[in-house]
Structure formats: C-alpha cells, structure tokens
C-alpha cells in the first residue's frame, strides 16, 4: 500500500508517519522509484502499536523507542512485556518519613506471597511511597488487609493475561498490556467504588445509590 492509503487504514496522518520513520520507530517502506514507497500490513501493525504506547501510555518518543527495542529483541516474551509494563509506570515522586519501613514491608509481602518479582520494579517503590503515607496520616493499620488486596490482584493479574495470552504476536501482546494497564486501572478504579457502594448498601441496610 501506499503511505496514504497506510494512513487512512491507522489514521495517522501522512507527516507523522514521516516523522516516525525519521525517528526509528517505523521500518522505511520499500522504494519502488526515488519518490514513492510501498508498506505492508506490518507497517500497520506497528503504527497501531506506537499509537497505543503513546495516545493511551503517554509515552515519550524515547520511551516508545526502548519499548519497541525490547519488541524487536530475541528477548522472552515475559522480558519483553515487563519493559512494556515499566515504561508505562508512572515514576512516583516524594520522600516520605518511614519509607524505609514501608520498603520493608513491601518487601516482605512480595516475600510472604512468592512473588516473583524483582525489588527493583518501580512498582515497589510506588507501593512503598504510597505505605508511608499512610502510616504518615495516621493510618497505618491500612497494611493489615495487604494480603487481601494482594489476593484479589493476583486473581486479576491472572484474568489480564488470559486476556492478553488470545493473541501470540509479541506486538498485540505488547499493545494489550499498554491499553489494559491504562485502561484496566481506570476500570479497576471504577469498578472498585462501585463495589464500595454495593457493599455499604448492604452493610449498613440502605437502597442502591
């Protein structure tokens, strides 16, 4: 296909798709005179994914590089997706009093739950942040339902990669953790205040609200 018809088949538009070939996110087309090139549908697959990573992901063009990096690597495919999932983490900021304590405990829930999981995740760090701050207004208590939560995730972590483990292209795999960590945290928010609300009604003897 022509980069035009490549275009209106992603919709992006004709100059961005330049400037991703200029930047090294998509493969040239192939020449087939001085001025005029040709794409495949793998040039739509990737233009579907750097859209995804940097629409949905808010990603910078130096991070969608790496994560395509990672995509196009001999890497396996439980590498591949955590650079996904880490570059579409959020770094967290602040210092918070007893954060070395909340460390600790993160640690120790990683441990306890045989997580396999590396301390180094920036996961961890912005549990732990988000711990000491508990524990800095007083409500620290909070850490006793960890394991709960822990629990629940894990039986969510498990329903994403059913989902994500339909398709065996790297890409779509790549593009469904990016879009469903966005946007699965969006639902999972939701979702959880609803909850919320189901469970006082039920608690507390009141209608739906």
Not at 7 to 24: D, F, L, M, N
Not at 177 to 200: K, N
Request: proline share 5%; glycine share 10%.
């Amino acid at each position: 296909m022509r980069i035009g018809e490549l275009s209106r088949e992603t919709g992006v538009a004709v100059p961005t798709i330049k400037y991703y070939v200029r930047e090294g996110l998509l493969p040239a087309g192939r020449l087939t005179s001085p001025n005029q090139a040709v794409y495949e549908e793998s040039h739509a697959r990737r233009l579907r994914l750097i859209r995804g990573l940097m629409e949905v992901g808010g990603l910078s063009v130096a991070a969608v590089r790496d994560v395509l990096a990672a995509v196009d690597s001999p890497e396996p495919v439980h590498k591949v997706l955590g650079a996904a999932q880490h570059a579409v983490t959020p770094p967290v900021g602040g210092d918070p009093e007893g954060l070395e304590g909340a460390r600790h405990a993160v640690a120790e829930l990683v441990r306890r739950r045989g997580w396999r999981v590396d301390l180094g995740n920036p996961s961890v760090e912005a549990m732990a942040v988000t711990l000491a701050t508990f524990r800095d207004i007083g409500h620290g208590a909070f850490e006793e339902v960890l394991d709960d939560y822990a629990e629940a995730c894990e039986r969510i972590a498990h329903a994403d990669l059913e989902f994500v483990g339909r398709t065996t292209e790297v890409e779509r795999l790549v593009e469904s953790v990016v879009v469903g960590t966005v946007l699965g945290d969006a639902v999972l928010a939701a979702m959880r205040r609803l909850a919320h609300v189901d469970a006082s009604a039920r608690r507390f003897g009141v209608g739906p609200r």
